[in-house]
Structure formats: structure tokens, C-alpha cells
């Protein structure tokens, strides 16, 4: 007998508790750019991981352009999933530039990164910049999943302030713009991401479980009792993986809360409010967007891995001073080894992302095959603080709609945000323009 297709809304709920499920054969296929992709099972997704203070750039570049082989060092942490890349030269965040407004590089290179918008210069409560691209594809998909869009990041910020050279602290440590004058602030703990993803709001229910300790999975057991005996033996498996992960998450963030703190060097002071293991902070975050994803919470994510001009400093590579000190190299070789250092440690958690979110069979393919993952800083060099040629890489084919395992150099001085509107596109959101782009990138449909 056939079984009734089930919908991709489905909840397992709980005491305080409803888990979204991953995408199944038993909810049949998606149709979303089926135009284009006419056999693709599960819909595109979309993310946006930014890093501070730019690059070393001559250490991040290919050397050649086209099929991509062995990966400059900065990439090097990468090449498991070089197949799954593409390398983005010559973009430009013109809108990050002055314009006669004087200092103040690092936070427009944030507020300008996602909005295609010169923002004002100000440290009062008259903020202005404009809607980022990620909050574009919320506005007109985020009503198909339970989550609009998440906001994540492993450096808290300040809401308000002056950060930098008479710009509001807002500019430089938020990524993600709702309105011109909304910006949306990021959440850094990964136990309150775990409870948006997967908790229901307040109430003493919430209270109960917290106090019992328990793991999610023990109050939507009866519920996933009963869904699991009418699937075939491909969606047990998959749902039994799905579990698993959702527990190994629960685990791991019981042990990092156990853990006695790290002390710093000496004359290193541990930078405010952030867990004492910055990597493992990081994979954690990950593993949250990667549950979002897979569970289709929602399609649209922002991940910042530190505020723009973040002088975090590094002790587990041996860099104790911060970073963006550092990024003032003044072509100093030893500074410029250590922020290449930081780079590569950005890079590998980057990878490990793209990992597992590769190691998830999704569909025709991959969850990895169905996202569009886009990396980078709105920065260039550091040093100079320049926003031409900006370091950006792009992970995931977006359903086969991306010819990827390639290093593409653009015309100089092509908005960053035509390659928003590209990745737009693929999410079936079209708009007229993103700041001050000037139409999709055809490039990365080229074999």
C-alpha cells in the first residue's frame, strides 16, 4: 500500500520541545528552481560566514584561474572538499570605501559586506546602512520554514557606542540588516541556538526539562515511535543519523560546560564574555547551522566568526597578540606569519563545516550540494584596508546549478553583491538589486 506523503512542516513535539525533521523520501520531491533542476528532491540553502580584518592575500590566491589544483597554504585545510569550491577574485565592496567620511574601514567593510550600502557615519542612535542579502531571501522565503533566518557568531558586540573612528559599535559587529535601520544581532551561545532550534519559548515546561537534564530526544520519543514505523528502511537510517547528531551536540555541550577554564599566558587577558575554547566554540556553531539546515529549521543563516577589526588573540597557535594589531603588519614577515596562522585556523573551521555538511545524504546528493556557502571578509589586506579584490570563497553546487572545483577571477571592481544576486536566484528570490549590484554573475554556471 502507498504510503501518504508526509509534510515537510511535520514536528516531533514534546514537553516544551518540537524537532523538526530532515529532509525524508517520505515527503517526496521539492519543486522550488525546478525550471532549471527538474529532478531536485530538497531545496537550496543559503549561508553567510564572515571573518574579520581581511587576508594574506598573496597566501590565499591561486595562482592560476580555472580547474582548481593545489590549494594556496591559507586554502590548504580544503582540499577534501576542493571538488565542492569555487575561489571568487576580483569583487569589490565599493560601498565599504570612505566617500569622504574618513577612517572607520572595519566597520564598513561589515556593514557594507551583505548590504551593498555605504552606512552613515555615526556613533549615536541614527544608524542607517540597508537590508542585507540574507534578510532579502528571509523576507520572501522564511515564511516556508520555522526559523525566517539565524543569526550566529562566536564573538559577542556591542549594540551601541563608538567602535570605530566615530562609527557605532553596531556597524562592527553585526552582519545582518532586517531594514536600513534594523540591524539583527547575533546569538554566541550555543546552548541558546540549541534551545531556538529546537525548544519551544518560555513556560514552565522548558523550566522542568532544564532542571531534569534531559536530552530533547527523551519527550519526542512517543512521537517518533509512531512516525518511524510507517517508513521505509532509508528514512529509519537517515532519521537514526539525524538523532544521533542532535545527541552528540547535547553531549558535547555538557562536557564543555564541565570543563575547568583554560588560563591564559601570562600578560594575555581572555577576551569578554567568549567560551574559554575558541575552536571548539566555532564547531559547535557549526554543528547548530548544520542541524538547521538538515532539519530544514530554516534556509538562511549568518555566521560570524569574529567582529570585523577583532583583536582576539590566538594562544593555541602561538599568537598572543590580537589580531587586528597584527593586521597592521607593515610588511613585517613575522606578523604577517602569524596572521597567515589565523587565517589557516579560520580556513580549517571552515572545512570542517564543509564536511559535515558533505558527510549528509540529501536527496540526489549531498546537504553540501544543496547549499550555497558563502565565506569571506570585506576586507582585503588588512594592512592596507583596501576592499578591492576581496577573499571570497563559495561552497556548494546550489542543486547543481554551480559549476564548482574552480578559482574564477572577475573583472576588477565587481560588486560582491552580484554574486548576492546570483546566490538570490538560486534560492527562486528576485529582486531588482542589492546595493549597488549590476546583475548576476554568469561565471558560475561555466564548466
Not at 351 to 363: C, M, Q, S
Amino acid at each position: 500500500m502507498k504510503m501518504p506523503l508526509l509534510s515537510r512542516r511535520t514536528l516531533l513535539r514534546g514537553i516544551g520541545t518540537a524537532v523538526a525533521l530532515p529532509w525524508l523520501e517520505a515527503m517526496g520531491q521539492f519543486t522550488a528552481y525546478a525550471a532549471e533542476t527538474p529532478g531536485r528532491k530538497a531545496p537550496n540553502r543559503l549561508a553567510f560566514l564572515y571573518v574579520p580584518n581581511g587576508k594574506d592575500m598573496p597566501s590565499w590566491t591561486p595562482h592560476t584561474e580555472g580547474r582548481l589544483g593545489e590549494l594556496p597554504p591559507i586554502l590548504a585545510a580544503l582540499a577534501p572538499v576542493k571538488d565542492d569550491l569555487l575561489v571568487l577574485s576580483g569583487l569589490a565592496a565599493d560601498k565599504a570605501r570612505a566617500y569622504g567620511d574618513g577612517g572607520g574601514d572595519h566597520a564598513r567593510a561589515m556593514a557594507a559586506f551583505l548590504t551593498g550600502t555605504h552606512p552613515r557615519k555615526t556613533d549615536g542612535a541614527d544608524i542607517r546602512a540597508g537590508t542585507s542579502v540574507d534578510q532579502l531571501a528571509a523576507q520572501r522565503i522564511g515564511e516556508l520554514t520555522r526559523l525566517a533566518s539565524l543569526e550566529i557568531g562566536g564573538e559577542a558586540g556591542g549594540m551601541a557606542g563608538n567602535c570605530d573612528s566615530g562609527y557605532s559599535c553596531v556597524y562592527s559587529s553585526t552582519v545582518s540588516w532586517k531594514s536600513s535601520t534594523q540591524p539583527l544581532p547575533k546569538e554566541v551561545n550555543p546552548k541558546l541556538v540549541f534551545e531556538r532550534l529546537f525548544g519551544q519559548p518560555g513556560g514552565p515546561e522548558k523550566v522542568r526539562r532544564d532542571l531534569a537534564r534531559k536530552s530533547v530526544l527523551d519527550f519526542i520519543r512517543d512521537d517518533s515511535r509512531s512516525l518511524v514505523a510507517t517508513m521505509g528502511s532509508g528514512d529509519k537510517q537517515k532519521l537514526d543519523e539525524y538523532f544521533t547528531s542532535i545527541r552528540e551536540i547535547e553531549l558535547r555541550m555538557e562536557r564543555a560546560a564541565k570543563l575547568p577554564a583554560v588560563n591564559a599566558p601570562a600578560g594575555v587577558t581572555a577576551p569578554a564574555g567568549q567560551p574559554d575554547n575558541y575552536a571548539e566554540h566555532l564547531r559547535l556553531l557549526s554543528d547548530m547551522l548544520v542541524l538547521a539546515f538538515q532539519a530544514d529549521v530554516t534556509r538562511v543563516c549568518t555566521f560570524v566568526f569574529a567582529n570585523e577589526a577583532s583583536n582576539r588573540s590566538y594562544p593555541d597557535l602561538g599568537v598572543n597578540e590580537g589580531h587586528h594589531e597584527l593586521s597592521h603588519h607593515g610588511h613585517d614577515p613575522e606578523k604577517i606569519r602569524k596572521v597567515r596562522a589565523i587565517n589557516q585556523f579560520h580556513v580549517a573551521q571552515l572545512a570542517y563545516l564543509l564536511k559535515r555538511l558533505k558527510g549528509i545524504r540529501e536527496g540526489d546528493g549531498t546537504l553540501l550540494d544543496h547549499c550555497m556557502i558563502a565565506y569571506g571578509s570585506g576586507n582585503s589586506d588588512g594592512d592596507r584596508h583596501n576592499h578591492d579584490d576581496l577573499p571570497i570563497l563559495l561552497a556548494g553546487s546550489g542543486g547543481g546549478t554551480i559549476a564548482t572545483g574552480r578559482h574564477v577571477r572577475f573583472k576588477d571592481e565587481t560588486p560582491v553583491t552580484n554574486l548576492w544576486a546570483s546566490l538570490l536566484e538560486r534560492m527562486d528570490v528576485r529582486v531588482p538589486f542589492i546595493g549597488d549590484s549590476t546583475g548576476p554573475l554568469a561565471a558560475l554556471r561555466s564548466a
